[in-house]
């Protein structure tokens, strides 16, 4: 099974949070990204434990008549198209009037309707395709610690406590359907590349803090010794060579537009080494373009 990928935005806010102070609209952003990120990562760890003949994609933006939809997990077992909503919610809820409430009355979006709208749109490409394929619906609420009274009866809602006797019906011994393999390609093929409603926060090069992040404690390393840098904060040691290629990759990230230097990286690291020891690693872990002082790297 292949490993999740964080979404964009979430990394760009774990690059962040490291090298400047985030508002307070962008901490709360930032909570929401990686609560739903760790529920989709656990469901998971759910599937990762069935043996039987199915097929994943997951977190898939996909587009039909220029509306866009999310689909967090497809999972295609026999002839049926199975696609979960993934809410990691912890605390009360209730459902009133087909609205979803917070114990303390405060309403917020209800995941059956956007299940719905994703279902429906899902349906309709495969019809388009000429594909008559069944599509099951559900929202799994993956939080233990969440409590959901009034729950619509036959409303395709998965609590906690029934995740592991939903998920028993994927052990039957059943044959996949051979077109489920043609149906995942061209949805993998077809697929957004981005979040159409991404937000990305504003920054600039000059307001964040510059160095290397340790891998453990998030602090900034400043000590190097011999081949290895260690975090004078918490102990944790790494290669040098690891920790430069490692910030190239976050800097290339942050900035896609800016050309890697070695001026540059020798900047954006402020480790205490030589500019030819920058360039030296720079020219091993990437390809490089251009001559003399016109020299940039590439992956």
Not at 56 to 84: C, E, G, M, P, V
Not at 206 to 234: A, H, M, W, Y
Request: hydrophobic residues 35%; aromatic residues 12%; proline residues 5%.
């Amino acid at each position: 099974m292949k490993p999740r990928l964080k979404p964009r935005e979430l990394v760009l806010y774990e690059y962040l949070k490291r090298r400047r102070s985030l508002s307070k609209e962008e901490i709360k952003k930032y909570r929401r990204l990686d609560r739903g990120y760790q529920g989709e990562v656990l469901f998971d760890q759910y599937l990762e434990r069935l043996s039987s003949n199915f097929l994943l994609l997951k977190d898939l933006w996909l587009s039909h008549h220029n509306r866009a939809f999310q689909l967090d997990h497809i999972l295609l077992f026999h002839n049926t198209l199975y696609i979960f909503e993934i809410k990691n919610y912890p605390g009360e809820f209730y459902f009133q009037n087909e609205q979803l409430y917070l114990d303390s009355g405060e309403e917020i979006d209800n995941p059956l309707i956007q299940l719905r709208r994703s279902k429906s749109l899902l349906r309709q490409l495969l019809q388009q395709l000429e594909w008559d394929i069944p599509v099951v619906a559900a929202v799994v609420f993956i939080n233990p610690e969440c409590s959901l009274f009034q729950t619509p009866r036959n409303s395709n809602i998965i609590l906690p406590t029934q995740i592991n006797r939903y998920l028993r019906q994927f052990e039957n011994e059943v044959p996949l359907n051979p077109a489920m393999h043609h149906v995942m390609n061209h949805l993998e093929s077809v697929q957004l590349e981005h979040s159409p409603y991404e937000q990305l926060p504003t920054y600039h090069y000059n307001d964040l803090k510059k160095g290397i992040p340790c891998t453990s404690c998030d602090f900034f390393i400043t000590i190097v010794e011999g081949k290895k840098c260690r975090c004078q904060n918490c102990g944790q040691s790494e290669f040098v060579q690891t920790a430069i290629i490692r910030n190239v990759e976050e800097f290339m990230f942050l900035f896609p537009d800016e050309r890697v230097t070695s001026e540059q990286i020798y900047a954006w690291c402020r480790l205490p080494i030589s500019l030819e020891r920058i360039r030296y690693h720079l020219k091993k872990h990437l390809k490089s373009k251009g001559i003399k002082k016109g020299t940039y790297y590439i992956q």
